[in-house]
Nanobody, 113 residues
Framework: VQLQASGGGLVQAGGSLRLSCAAS????????LRWYRQAPGKQRELVAA???????NYGDSVKGRFTISRDNAKNTAYLQMNSLKPEDTAVYYCYMYWGRDYWGQGTQVTVSS
């Protein structure tokens, strides 16, 4: 099982990015699809999560700015990030649980002020 994250990059504050996480298996029945991030010198934190039923929850710092979604037909999860701030700068990781934890390789997001 592999998770391939993509879509990171350098953006100015106030800009937007969309991250993608493509799974090598069907995600139709996978309950937990999540995005985490880790900034230098900080612990990894939960950014957003989406269940198989489409229920979502978000970290307090991104509520109202980020949107997580999933396309089961494409076996892909997305993270739409709007109104980006310099403090959103981090490596973003996708995650799923399928009998065990699976992590993507991480994609760097850098927001300049």
């Amino acid at each position: 099982v592999q998770l391939q994250a993509s879509g990171g990059g350098l953006v100015q504050a106030g800009g937007s990015l969309r991250l993608s996480c493509a799974a090598s298996v069907s995600i139709f029945s996978i309950m937990a699809l999540r995005w985490y991030r880790q900034a230098p010198g900080k612990q990894r934190e939960l950014v957003a999560a989406v269940t198989s039923g489409g229920a979502t929850n978000y970290g307090d710092s991104v509520k109202g700015r980020f949107t997580i979604s999933r396309d089961n037909a494409k076996n892909t999860a997305y993270l739409q990030m709007n109104s980006l701030k310099p403090e959103d700068t981090a490596v973003y990781y996708c995650y799923m649980y399928w009998g065990r934890d699976y992590w993507g390789q991480g994609t760097q997001v850098t927001v300049s002020s």
